[in-house]
């Protein structure tokens, strides 16, 4: 596991890296599955308005890389403050599918469950999204139930997997 091997740091999220992450998402397929709210083509300031007031938007580092190689936020649910939601998970392009998403979740649960003092961290997926599916149940999210929304500017409903893990849970 090559991400095993490099030490994997998170720290919080600088605006400057915004233009970085829009390019993360280059097509129109990856940008419904990290921001099915978002409009297509992805931007520096997209990137930015998701930003939540009271959130922990949240970069991925591997030592010896002057690069971010992950991006995530961690929000706090509008009605629960101590119920968060993680959001927008993205690797680096060049850094997917050699084991960094589930470890980078982890971290950002134990952000959420340690220091933030959250009970709970919830999600949604695409359950076609596998890659993603397998990487959140690998880190201890369980699938909780389908779901379908209809996203501002979409012609469709989509079908979602709302999944979800409690403190006690993780371990």
């Known amino acids: 596991n090559q991400a095993a091997s490099g030490l994997l740091t998170l720290t919080p999220f600088e605006d400057s890296y915004c233009s970085t992450i829009a390019r993360w998402a280059p097509t129109c397929q990856e940008c ?12 520096a300031r997209k990137v930015a308005a998701w930003r939540k007031p009271n ?6 580092w591997q030592r010896g890389d002057d690069k971010p190689v992950g991006y995530a936020e961690l929000n706090p649910m ?11 998970v ?3 392009p060049d850094r997917r ?7 980078f979740v982890r971290m950002l649960l134990e952000v959420a469950f340690g ?7 919830s999600l949604i997926v695409f359950p076609e999204n596998i890659a993603a599916v397998r990487s959140y149940e690998n880190a201890g999210f369980r699938s909780v139930k389908e779901e379908f929304y209809k996203f501002t500017g979409k012609c469709k ?3 979602l ?6 403190a006690r849970q993780f371990v």
């Open 32 to 43: 419904l599955y990290l921001a099915p709210a978002t409009k297509y083509p992805l931007t």
């Open 97 to 103: 599918g050699i084991g960094f998403s589930t470890p």
């Open 78 to 88: 509008r009605d629960d403050p101590k119920h968060y939601w993680l959001g927008h």
């Open 157 to 159: 409903e989509f079908r």
């Open 55 to 60: 959130g922990e938007p949240m970069l991925l």
């Open 90 to 92: 993205l690797i680096r």
């Open 115 to 121: 220091r933030i003092g959250a009970y709970r961290v």
């Open 161 to 166: 997997l709302r999944m979800k893990i409690d």
